[in-house]
């Protein structure tokens, strides 16, 4: 996993939650890095979840609510990073629609060796979007979150469901309307 999503993490929880709580997760998550990350680095996914399991043990937060806090927190580090990857795109729906063939690309780039989650288009039209998430993570409310700053970035509404096709979350189904 990218060091970025290490670090706007860590940068998060300190924001909401104090500098304390961050030495606290670090030193109960009993980390090979010591959670000494760099933005450009990759680290093992293992550690993030062992960040997240020891957050959600101090706030008594699920692990959910605490990866859609985190993917509505990290679309800033887009719109400030990545700009060009929202002003390409005239509406949410098209912009979520492309995030397996354009934005996954670019994001490839720029972090070769990211493992990065797929999303299959089933369905869309200009009010409705079905799409499926897979990722042996099963990070999807990250995805939510980022799914709910977009519609904000575009002035836009939607309703979005999640219909979890595997029991673990490693498959979901999102079904937006706008």
Known sequence: MKGIVFTEFLDL??????????????????????????????????????????LSANTN?????????YGEHFFSVVEKNYPSFLTM?????EMLASIEN???VEVRKIYPDAELPTFEV?????TNLIMIYKSSRAMHHFGLGLMNKTFEHFNESA????EKLKEDGTEVKFIITK
């Open 89 to 93: 795109y005239s509406d949410s729906l």
């Open 122 to 126: 089933i369905e869309k039209s200009d």
């Open 102 to 104: 354009h934005i996954h």
């Open 159 to 162: 309703d979005i469901v999640l």
């Open 13 to 54: 929880v300190e924001d909401k939650f104090g500098l304390e709580m961050v030495d606290d997760i670090i030193e109960q998550s009993n980390l090979e890095t010591q959670g000494v990350y760099t933005s450009v680095g990759t680290y093992e996914f293992s550690e993030m979840l062992a960040l997240l399991k020891n």
């Open 61 to 69: 937060l699920s692990i959910d609510t605490l990866l859609l806090v």
